[in-house]
């Protein structure tokens, strides 16, 4: 069964930095697309970025210039480095994978595999 594990949350001043991690187990890694979404309180689910297996990365615009998506197929891990947080970054963060997402790589209907999140609080 796919796992996947967030890890790397907690709280921050507005300006500093975060760095998520997203170990997965049992599957080939190199072979999944990867995303983080986040949900803020009160909101839908919402994209924040995505790597697709050819290293081909996409941004939310609300995250553009300040997050960074990485992968370590090696280590069968992803990772979101955040950097001049907002406030309003503020929302649980889950990782997701599959297979081929395709140009809908932005829907969270398009990952089978989630994660349970890890919370993010930016303190301003």
């Known amino acids: 069964q796919v796992q996947l594990v967030e890890s790397g949350g907690g709280l921050v001043q507005a300006g500093g930095s975060l760095r998520l991690s997203c170990a997965t187990s049992?599957?080939?890694?190199?072979?999944?697309?990867m995303a983080w979404f986040r949900r803020a309180p009160g909101k839908e689910r919402e994209f924040v970025t995505a790597m697709q297996t050819t290293g081909s990365t996409y941004y939310a615009d609300y995250v553009k210039d300040r997050f960074i998506i990485s992968r370590d197929n090696a280590k069968n891990t992803m990772y979101l480095q955040m950097n001049s947080l907002k406030p309003e970054d503020t929302a649980v963060y889950y990782c997701?994978?599959?297979?081929?997402?395709?140009?809908?790589?932005?829907?969270?209907?398009?990952?089978?595999?989630w994660g349970q999140g890890t919370q993010v609080t930016v303190s301003s």
């Open positions: 049992p599957f080939t890694f190199s072979n999944y697309a």
């Open positions: 997701a994978a599959a297979r081929w997402p395709g140009n809908m790589y932005y829907q969270t209907n398009r990952y089978p595999y």
